[in-house]
């Protein structure tokens, strides 16, 4: 299984960036690559369509409002993986004025090498959270 984390401080608040970011359906808010999102089954699962118009389905695994973070688990994309689960965390940094926000996320490679698959989604990651700091 392989696995990856990208990682960005915030000049802002934990609270300021999970209000932006930790909502299950809030992706098209801050991640360019993801322009719509539907959710069904009680915001338990959504809908995303990338540029492509591609569909990805996912589950969300887990949240925690309080500690401000949620995994969520791949139904179906147009990745050459399986078993993805993946991980947003909002920490506050070390100065205590900024947020560090740490994407992850393990998952096997199908017909790719794990270097091509982590490289991909090391690659989605940090330009996700690119975008998310632009939004502050």
Known sequence: MAHT???VKIP????QVWQLMGGFDSLPDWLPYIPNSEV????RIRRLANPDGEAIVERLEEFNNK?????YSIIKAPFPITDYLATLHVKEDTDGESSL??????????????KEAIDLFYGIFKDG???LKKRF
């Open 12 to 15: 802002a608040s934990p609270d």
């Open 5 to 7: 984390t990208a990682s």
């Open 101 to 114: 926000v740490e994407w992850s996320g393990r998952f096997t490679p199908v017909d790719v090498s794990e």
């Open 67 to 71: 500690e401000r973070y949620y995994s």
């Open 40 to 43: 069904s089954e009680g915001g």
């Open 129 to 131: 959270l690119e975008s």
